[in-house]
């Protein structure tokens, strides 16, 4: 998210840019408004590009979440099974059963914990590959309104309704990227989606 930001920064200075003259720095005056603002949490939420990656995540996560309750289930029956077998073994062989299973149960633990960062990565992947597909989109409402700064809407205290163009966006971003394609953008091999 803070990349993102820094690339919605970049692109504000850069339009901010093309209101002043090179080298007196004198404002040139701009029809209509000169700054727009934009709600990106909505974009992500409401355009098609956007619930699509909130639909893959939703599914890897909930595949994640599934795999681990039977992990779980399957450690926790191994478990009480080697419990139970403790009274008739030796203590040597119990012990070094005890060793293998709490070995597997770490590596297990760190192999699911890499599926939840290796997940999280790809979101934020997602989200990313989003927000740069959709700059050249955004561009053009900026550009076709006149106006010379675009900021998120999250970061202004107080505007007017007509400088907010979130809802266009929305719109403008669904005929342009539709669910921004065909190839998954959120996976986890070895995982069942639901």
Known sequence: M??????????????????????????????????LV????????????????????DAASQALAAENREIEAQLTEEELDLTERRPTMPTEE??????????RVVAIRAAQDAKT????????AA?????EETVPVLLEIVQARGA???????TVLLSAGSVDITDAAIVAIDEALGPGGDAPLISLPGLTQP
């Not at 200075?13 to 209509?32: E, I, K, M, N, R």
């Not at 010379?148 to 999250?154: E, G, I, M, Q």
């Open 38 to 57: 934009l709600n990106q949490d909505r974009l992500l939420t409401q355009t098609e590009f956007g619930q699509r990656i909130q639909s893959e995540l």
């Open 94 to 103: 119990f012990r070094a059963l005890a060793d293998e299973f709490d070995t």
């Open 2 to 35: 803070a990349r993102l930001l820094t690339l919605m920064h970049a692109a504000a200075f850069t339009l901010a840019a093309f209101a002043y003259g090179p080298a007196d720095a004198q404002p040139v005056a701009l029809s209509g408004a000169a700054i």
């Open 127 to 131: 989200q990313q590959r989003f927000f």
């Open 117 to 124: 960062r290796d997940l999280q990565a790809q979101a934020e």
């Open 148 to 154: 010379s700064v675009l900021l998120d809407s999250r």
